[in-house]
């Protein structure tokens, strides 16, 4: 190779400039055409490349003496009009699909300034195949041709750009690089050009290396070693022929032809005596060396590209085989080890190998040997009947294409045997160093922007199917259809004659076994004893009787009875979202659970909540499932309440109202539930407390805490009770009561415009502060105006962001406050100190209540997102005792 | 024509502004009018511009060079965002600059 002077490389870059700059304008310009003015493009020059089919397969031919000429016309036919029927109704303008379906759609995005090599087996081809990809995708290409094909790729390439020209397209969209002894460098200067967006590589190995090498993002190919195995349920004379065809090719210079048949010992002579018939020859054992002689470059142990695309009768008569009629193609049977015979590499000639073998395991083994050999992610093929044979070989081999009972470099071309996509650009996915095992083309050409709409969120409500409410109703178990009931309760639960109630409103003849174990805080063995006393009782329909652990326990219980394959650690896995949890519950459950709540407090007997204690921490179950299927909400049950968990259990539900209230989650359904609960606690709670027997009042409370219920069960709650789950669980505190300590600062926290906006679709603005406003007006407050003025005074400063005073202060405080005058009126502590716990122990616990409050799921439904330091906050604010706010 | 003050000079200057309507060869003959007369500073106004063709973008970019030879100022303006984005495909700076825009030049991927 000449060197080049200072002053031809100097012209070599100024060329590489004029080209790209032409390129670069041409992509600019084109980015303005609609899909229309790029269709009909594409259409002038389809039919140009028609029109010279034949002169440029001619042109081809004669400039490289590779191939075949009339082979030449079909691949520029393919490259053209094959193409043109593939993509002309291809959006590839604008938005180019839409997908309903993920509310987004996709808009094409031109590539810009494209390098394109075209290679010399295939040079006027390609050059079609490209230039009208470029032309539909808005990009221009600049062509660098092989050099020993340079002057017929580049009359392709100019008689397309003309008519592409004449057919409106931007000037200089396609471009070439002259022939030339500078053609080498000048394509190297253009490889690293930084106006050139994208090489589209198609070639021999060095340039698809350089190309990758450029830096830039680049399109190759890989090297083709294709495996072909016949299978002994293949049509073996269809099969010989259409190998012959896709071997004959061109002479054989289609990369995704066949190098090494494998074929099944039973039909091997069979085929090779039709190969012989048809007008192969066959060589035995001491011509296959003179072939291997012959088309193997002994130096580099690949082929010999003197022989590259030269038909058969020349090939044997360069291995010194004589033959005196026309041969289609030579066969050669490979002996010995296969993986280390000379002829299981890539010819690009009609010499092909083939091998026989026992069983379908060898004959895959065989074909991975050759797939692996060289040709790793290009192409396979196969011919057999056998759809599971076909699955095995599919799945083994590592190809881009496997080929099926068709010609492998024809199929591989996509269009003609098969629905690939018609390709001169074979992609070899990582197996040969590309990005793709696409059969490259315009879908490559293009960068896509997604444009995804906002998830539309489906809101749905969920409660217990059957609620009967009312003092009495404990009647309707009457009508319960079940032969054998099984009560689950605590002990105080008989003591208190509920046992009875329920025993006797059952139906007549009904046989009951009773399960009264479940303490105030139930964990798993529990849940395994009374699981296996039903397995004993067999029950149709399970009563839970009691407060919120035993209505818990009972929908966990049920669970684990009618499917005992469930894992309660797998079931408990925390989620973000319950539309992505990855936990899956049971859709139907078999028996039906009756839930008869005798506190005003939890909501358990409508919500898909269940609570476990596990050591020092609470696990959640959460699904649909766990709903109970009937509901009775009889206040008879909460006559003799004592006055403390009155008061603990409405502030539960007070909590529960609030706290879904302003949920992330809340939505008008639960609004109206969350607003009702809070006006007939604050009716009812006081009138109660005073008059512990009025059983009007109780129902009222009965009714909220069951509307709170159903609001929590489809809202969720708050940081409140991750605080309450925390500090409830460490220091053995009521439910109820743990979280009355928390809320007056969680209101507070949650009215703050937060440091943090929660990022959730179903939430779009934050409101909380509205919402407690709206709260504390539906429940009759008036505005306190002088809060409105005097923020400062407000106990937790630090919950404050800049700025975050607003319009609905004044109502929020009002909440406040009459939040603090109910809790004192009912004597119920509202700070932990109020509690009775030390302050040291307090502070020992704090960072285990932190942990713990953090990763709770109630904090993913907080209107303010939670930030660990604020946690901490949250539960420092809320040790001293309270004064009014 | 309009007229516009310097900030801190006390002579005004003479602004022409010419609105292309279609395509950008249509102005082409009144530009080159308007930069050989004694306006100040040219405003070309591309709100109507609906196409340039390469042409049009070596006709821009060699404008802007002439202006820049007889000391005149080129600017164009409302231009809307299909030209604005050939603009920044073609990667001519002086093209961007005319617009008011920031540089074209690539840094290189980044994420």
Same mark, same amino acid.
């Given at each position: 190779?000449?060197?080049?002077? =200072?002053?031809?490389?100097?012209?070599?870059?100024?060329?590489?400039?004029?080209?790209?700059?032409?390129?670069?304008?041409?992509?600019?310009?084109?980015?303005?055409?609609?899909?229309?003015?790029?269709?009909?493009?594409?259409?002038?020059?389809?039919?140009?490349?028609?029109?010279?089919?034949?002169?440029? +397969?001619?042109?081809?031919?004669?400039?490289?003496?590779?191939?075949?000429?009339?082979?030449?016309?079909?691949?520029?036919?393919?490259?053209?009009?094959?193409?043109?029927?593939?993509?002309?109704?291809?959006?590839?303008?604008?938005?180019?699909?839409?997908?309903?379906?993920?509310?987004?759609?996709?808009?094409?995005?031109?590539?810009?300034?494209?390098?394109?090599?075209?290679?010399?087996?295939?040079?006027?081809?390609?050059?079609?195949?490209? /230039?009208?990809?470029?032309?539909?995708?808005?990009?221009?290409?600049?062509?660098? @041709?092989?050099?020993?094909?340079?002057?017929?790729?580049?009359?392709?390439?100019?008689?397309?750009?003309?008519?592409?020209?004449?057919?409106?397209? @931007?000037?200089?969209?396609?471009?070439?690089?002259?022939?030339?002894?500078?053609?080498?460098?000048?394509?190297?200067?253009?490889? +690293?050009?930084?106006?050139?967006?994208?090489?589209?590589?198609?070639?021999?190995?060095?340039?698809?290396?350089?190309?990758?090498?450029?830096?830039? @993002?680049?399109?190759?190919?890989?090297?083709?070693?294709?495996?072909?195995?016949?299978?002994?349920? !293949?049509?073996?004379?269809?099969?010989?022929?259409? &190998?012959?065809?896709?071997?004959?090719?061109?002479?054989?210079?289609?990369?995704?032809?066949?190098?090494?048949?494998?074929?099944?010992? $039973?039909?091997?002579? $069979?085929?090779?005596?039709?190969?012989?018939?048809?007008?192969?020859?066959?060589?035995?054992?001491?011509?296959?060396?003179?072939?291997?002689?012959?088309?193997?470059?002994?130096?580099?142990?690949?082929?010999?590209?003197?022989?590259?695309?030269?038909?058969?009768?020349?090939?044997? $008569?360069?291995?010194?085989?004589?033959?005196?009629?026309?041969?289609?193609?030579?066969?050669?049977?490979?002996?010995?080890?296969?993986?280390?015979?000379?002829?299981?590499?890539?010819?690009?000639?009609?010499?092909?190998?083939?091998?026989?073998?026992?069983?379908?395991?060898?004959?895959?083994?065989?074909?991975?040997?050759?797939?692996?050999?060289?040709?790793?992610?290009?192409?396979?093929?196969?011919?057999?009947?056998?759809?599971?044979?076909?699955?095995?070989? !599919?799945?083994?081999?590592?190809?881009?294409?496997?080929?099926?009972?068709?010609?492998?470099?024809?199929?591989?071309?996509?269009?003609?045997?098969?629905?690939?996509?018609?390709?001169?650009?074979?992609?070899?996915?990582?197996?040969?160093?590309?990005?793709?095992?696409?059969?490259?083309?315009?879908?490559?050409?293009?960068?896509?922007?997604?444009?995804?709409?906002?998830?539309?969120?489906?809101?749905?409500?969920?409660?217990?199917?059957?609620?009967?409410?009312?003092?009495?109703?404990?009647?309707?178990?009457?009508?319960?259809?079940?032969?054998?009931?099984?009560?689950?309760?605590?002990?105080?639960?008989?003591?208190?004659?509920?046992?009875?109630?329920?025993?006797? /409103?059952?139906?007549?003849?009904?046989?009951?076994?009773?399960?009264?174990?479940?303490?105030?805080?139930?964990?798993?063995?529990?849940?395994?004893?009374?699981?296996?006393?039903?397995?004993?009782?067999?029950?149709?329909?399970?009563?839970?009787?009691?407060?919120?652990?035993?209505?818990?326990?009972?929908? &966990?219980?049920?669970?684990?009875?009618?499917?005992?394959?469930?894992?309660?650690? %797998?079931?408990?896995?925390?989620?973000?979202?319950?539309?992505?949890?990855?936990? $899956?519950?049971? =859709?139907?459950?078999?028996?039906?659970?009756?839930?008869?709540?005798?506190?005003?407090?939890?909501?358990? %007997?409508?919500?898909?909540?269940?609570?476990?204690?596990?050591?020092?921490?609470?696990?959640?179950?959460?699904?649909?499932?766990?709903?109970?299927?009937?509901?009775?909400?009889?206040?008879?049950?909460?006559?003799?309440?004592?006055?403390?968990?009155?008061?603990?259990?409405?502030?539960?539900?007070?909590?529960?109202?609030?706290?879904?209230?302003?949920?992330?989650? /809340?939505?008008?359904?639960?609004?109206?539930?969350?607003?009702?609960?809070?006006?007939?606690?604050?009716?009812?709670?006081?009138?109660?407390?005073?008059?512990?027997?009025?059983?009007?009042?109780?129902?009222?409370?009965?009714?909220?805490?069951?509307?709170?219920?159903?609001?929590?069960?489809?809202?969720?709650?708050?940081?409140?009770?991750?605080?309450?789950?925390?500090?409830?669980?460490?220091?053995?505190?009521?439910?109820?009561?743990?979280?009355?300590?928390?809320?007056?600062?969680? &209101?507070?926290?949650?009215?703050?415009?937060?440091?943090?906006?929660?990022?959730?679709?179903?939430?779009?603005?934050?409101?909380?502060?509205?919402?407690?406003?709206?709260?504390?007006?539906?429940?009759?407050?008036?505005?306190? !105006?002088?809060?409105?003025?005097?923020?400062?005074?407000?106990?937790?400063?630090?919950?404050?962001?800049?700025?975050?005073?607003?319009?609905?202060?004044?109502?929020?405080?009002?909440?406040?406050?009459?939040?603090?005058?109910?809790?004192?009126?009912?004597?119920?502590?509202? /700070?932990?100190?109020?509690?009775?716990?030390?302050?040291?122990?307090?502070?020992?616990?704090?960072?285990?209540?932190?942990?713990?409050?953090?990763?709770?799921?109630?904090?993913?439904?907080?209107?303010?997102?939670?930030?660990?330091?604020?946690?901490?906050?949250?539960?420092?604010?809320?040790?001293?005792?309270?004064?009014?706010? | 024509?309009?007229?516009?003050?310097?900030?801190?000079?006390?002579?005004?200057?003479?602004?022409?502004?010419?609105?292309?309507?279609?395509?950008?060869?249509?102005?082409?003959?009144?530009?080159?009018?308007?930069?050989?007369?004694?306006?100040?500073?040219?405003?070309?106004?591309?709100?109507?511009?609906?196409?340039?063709?390469?042409?049009?973008?070596?006709?821009?970019?060699?404008?802007?060079?002439?202006?820049?030879?007889?000391?005149?100022?080129?600017?164009?303006?409302?231009?809307?965002?299909?030209?604005?984005?050939?603009?920044?495909?073609?990667?001519?700076?002086?093209?961007?600059?005319?617009?008011?825009?920031?540089?074209?030049?690539?840094?290189?991927?980044?994420?």
């Amino acid at each position: 190779m000449t060197a080049i002077s =200072k002053e031809q490389e100097q012209i070599l870059t100024e060329r590489a400039h004029s080209l790209t700059r032409q390129a670069r304008l041409s992509a600019a310009v084109f980015s303005q055409y609609s899909q229309a003015q790029v269709d009909r493009i594409v259409k002038a020059m389809t039919t140009c490349a028609i029109d010279n089919a034949a002169r440029l +397969a001619r042109m081809a031919h004669e400039e490289t003496r590779m191939g075949v000429t009339e082979d030449k016309v079909l691949k520029n036919l393919v490259a053209s009009e094959f193409l043109y029927a593939q993509i002309k109704d291809k959006r590839t303008v604008g938005v180019i699909k839409e997908l309903p379906e993920l509310n987004m759609v996709e808009v094409a995005e031109p590539i810009g300034v494209i390098l394109g090599l075209a290679p010399v087996t295939n040079p006027t081809s390609t050059v079609i195949f490209k /230039s009208i990809c470029c032309a539909k995708t808005r990009n221009s290409i600049i062509f660098s @041709p092989h050099l020993m094909a340079a002057e017929s790729s580049n009359l392709a390439a100019k008689l397309i750009y003309e008519a592409a020209l004449e057919a409106g397209a @931007p000037k200089g969209f396609i471009t070439w690089v002259d022939k030339s002894s500078r053609l080498r460098r000048l394509s190297e200067i253009l490889f +690293a050009h930084p106006e050139v967006d994208l090489i589209f590589a198609t070639g021999g190995t060095q340039m698809v290396r350089a190309a990758y090498s450029s830096g830039k @993002p680049a399109l190759g190919v890989g090297a083709g070693n294709t495996p072909v195995y016949v299978h002994k349920t !293949a049509n073996v004379p269809s099969a010989a022929m259409e &190998i012959i065809i896709s071997k004959t090719f061109d002479n054989g210079t289609e990369c995704p032809s066949e190098q090494t048949l494998i074929i099944d010992r $039973e039909i091997v002579d $069979e085929l090779i005596s039709e190969f012989r018939r048809c007008g192969c020859y066959i060589c035995d054992e001491a011509e296959v060396e003179k072939i291997a002689d012959a088309v193997i470059d002994a130096r580099t142990g690949g082929m010999n590209y003197r022989l590259v695309g030269q038909p058969a009768n020349l090939i044997l $008569e360069q291995a010194g085989i004589k033959v005196d009629r026309h041969i289609k193609m030579i066969l050669c049977p490979l002996k010995g080890e296969l993986r280390l015979h000379r002829l299981a590499v890539e010819k690009l000639m009609p010499v092909l190998g083939y091998v026989a073998v026992d069983s379908v395991e060898e004959g895959i083994n065989r074909a991975l040997d050759i797939n692996y050999g060289g040709g790793t992610g290009h192409t396979a093929g196969i011919f057999c009947e056998d759809d599971g044979v076909i699955e095995r070989y !599919a799945d083994a081999i590592n190809a881009g294409r496997i080929i099926v009972n068709s010609p492998s470099s024809i199929g591989g071309l996509g269009g003609v045997y098969n629905h690939l996509n018609t390709t001169l650009s074979f992609g070899c996915g990582t197996g040969g160093g590309n990005i793709t095992t696409d059969n490259v083309g315009i879908k490559n050409l293009l960068n896509y922007k997604r444009v995804p709409r906002r998830k539309n969120y489906v809101i749905s409500f969920q409660t217990t199917k059957n609620i009967y409410s009312n003092p009495g109703s404990i009647e309707h178990l009457k009508s319960l259809k079940c032969k054998n009931a099984f009560v689950i309760s605590s002990r105080s639960a008989s003591r208190r004659g509920h046992l009875s109630m329920v025993k006797e /409103s059952l139906p007549e003849g009904c046989h009951v076994d009773v399960f009264s174990d479940i303490g105030t805080e139930p964990d798993f063995p529990t849940i395994q004893r009374a699981v296996q006393a039903m397995r004993l009782s067999k029950p149709d329909a399970i009563i839970a009787l009691g407060g919120g652990s035993v209505l818990d326990a009972a929908k &966990i219980i049920r669970l684990f009875y009618d499917y005992p394959e469930l894992n309660v650690q %797998e079931l408990a896995v925390n989620f973000l979202d319950f539309h992505h949890r990855m936990v $899956e519950f049971p =859709k139907d459950m078999r028996t039906q659970l009756v839930a008869i709540p005798t506190t005003s407090g939890t909501g358990s %007997e409508v919500t898909p909540f269940a609570v476990l204690k596990d050591g020092f921490r609470k696990v959640s179950m959460i699904d649909e499932c766990m709903i109970p299927d009937v509901a009775i909400i009889d206040a008879q049950f909460t006559k003799s309440l004592p006055r403390e968990i009155t008061s603990d259990t409405a502030f539960d539900a007070l909590t529960h109202a609030l706290e879904s209230l302003v949920s992330t989650f /809340s939505s008008d359904y639960t609004d109206g539930l969350a607003l009702e609960a809070l006006r007939l606690i604050f009716e009812a709670l006081p009138e109660t407390l005073k008059n512990p027997g009025s059983i009007l009042h109780r129902h009222k409370l009965h009714n909220a805490a069951t509307l709170a219920g159903m609001a929590i069960g489809n809202a969720s709650v708050g940081v409140n009770h991750a605080l309450a789950h925390a500090l409830g669980a460490r220091f053995d505190i009521p439910h109820g009561r743990a979280n009355g300590v928390f809320l007056l600062s969680t &209101i507070e926290y949650n009215a703050q415009i937060p440091s943090k906006f929660v990022s959730i679709p179903c939430y779009p603005l934050w409101v909380a502060d509205r919402k407690y406003a709206r709260a504390a007006q539906f429940i009759g407050l008036k505005e306190e !105006a002088h809060a409105v003025d005097s923020r400062p005074q407000v106990e937790d400063p630090h919950f404050a962001t800049e700025g975050s005073r607003g319009q609905y202060d004044g109502m929020v405080l009002a909440l406040r406050r009459a939040v603090y005058d109910l809790g004192r009126l009912a004597g119920q502590p509202l /700070s932990v100190s109020e509690l009775g716990i030390d302050l040291a122990d307090y502070q020992a616990a704090l960072p285990e209540l932190v942990e713990t409050a953090f990763s709770d799921m109630s904090v993913r439904s907080n209107p303010r997102y939670c930030l660990a330091p604020e946690i901490v906050q949250l539960f420092q604010a809320a040790y001293a005792p309270r004064v009014r706010p | 024509m309009s007229t516009k003050k310097d900030e801190g000079k006390t002579t005004d200057k003479k602004i022409e502004r010419v609105r292309i309507m279609g395509s950008l060869e249509r102005a082409v003959d009144e530009i080159d009018r308007l930069l050989a007369g004694s306006t100040d500073e040219v405003e070309i106004d591309f709100s109507t511009c609906t196409f340039i063709a390469v042409e049009g973008l070596e006709w821009l970019e060699e404008l802007l060079l002439r202006a820049d030879s007889v000391k005149r100022t080129v600017r164009f303006v409302n231009v809307p965002p299909t030209i604005y984005k050939v603009f920044k495909i073609s990667h001519i700076e002086s093209l961007m600059k005319a617009a008011g825009g920031v540089s074209s030049t690539k840094l290189g991927p980044a994420c």
